[in-house]
């Protein structure tokens, strides 16, 4: 069976402090990728989506950044973290060949910029 | 960006009733997907629905879509306090990502 990993499950960082977060997908291959932001009390936020290996799409213009070295690998990453990227980070994943992408997410990351 | 609306924000019953939660989209969609999160954590998938379909059933879950007025509803039926949790509309987006609305939030109370 797939599942997904996030690490660390929380995070507190300083102002102008690097950011990286990492998902790792196991048991499929080849799957569509998802970083998405929810702040408190708040909706999901797509930030990144990828479907290959260095193929990666932002939605949100900011300074934050994604990778895809590997195939089952994400990550989020930031040169100087701002207060206003305090959140709770969601990765997911969803198959690529279905046409139709039900996404299976991981347990996220509680980031606070302090 | 199109994206789903859910309507109320907040919704608080007792348990053994019904509840129902609304989304509104903006754009024609070839599906809905509803999900499911409890406090804390990442999201769960419920229940995806098709253009094509107008209901679909799973357990104590049923949806509705209306593509004529681009809404659909999800409803739990005998809710009980392990449904409190915030749900989220999702719409197709980009041909392989999803958009999220802002979710209900439903407290069961026992």
């Known amino acids: 069976s797939q599942t997904i990993h996030q690490w660390p499950a929380t995070l507190v960082q300083p102002v102008g402090s690097p950011l990286s977060l990492e998902c790792t997908v196991e048991?499929?291959?080849?799957?569509?990728l998802y970083w998405y932001r929810q702040a408190a009390g708040r909706g999901l936020q797509l930030l990144f989506y990828?479907?290959?290996?260095?193929?990666i799409s932002s939605e949100v213009p900011q300074n934050l950044s994604a990778s895809r070295p590997q195939d089952r690998q994400f990550i989020l990453s930031s040169k100087k973290l701002l207060l206003s990227d305090s959140g709770f980070y969601l990765c997911?994943?969803?198959?690529?060949?279905?046409?139709?992408?039900?996404?299976?997410f991981g347990p996220g990351t509680r980031l606070t910029v302090t | 960006s199109q994206q789903g609306e859910e309507d109320p924000q907040a919704l608080s019953i007792q348990e053994g009733e019904n509840a129902t939660m609304n989304c509104s989209y903006k754009?024609?969609?070839?599906?809905l997907q509803w999900y499911r999160q409890n406090s804390g954590r990442g999201l769960v998938h419920l229940i995806l629905?098709?253009?094509?379909?107008r209901e679909k059933h799973s357990g104590r879950l049923r949806v509705t879509l209306d593509t004529s007025k681009k809404s659909s509803s999800l409803l739990i039926t005998a809710s009980r306090a392990a449904d409190t949790a915030s749900y989220f509309c999702?719409?197709?987006?980009?041909?392989?990502?999803?958009?999220f609305g802002k979710g209900t939030t439903l407290s069961v109370s026992s």
């Open positions: 997911a994943w969803s198959e690529r060949t279905s046409g139709i992408y039900e996404q299976y």
């Open positions: 048991g499929t291959s080849n799957p569509n």
């Open positions: 990828s479907v290959g290996i260095g193929q």
């Open positions: 754009t024609s969609i070839n599906n």
């Open positions: 629905i098709r253009s094509n379909e």
């Open positions: 999702a719409t197709p987006w980009a041909s392989t990502a999803l958009i």
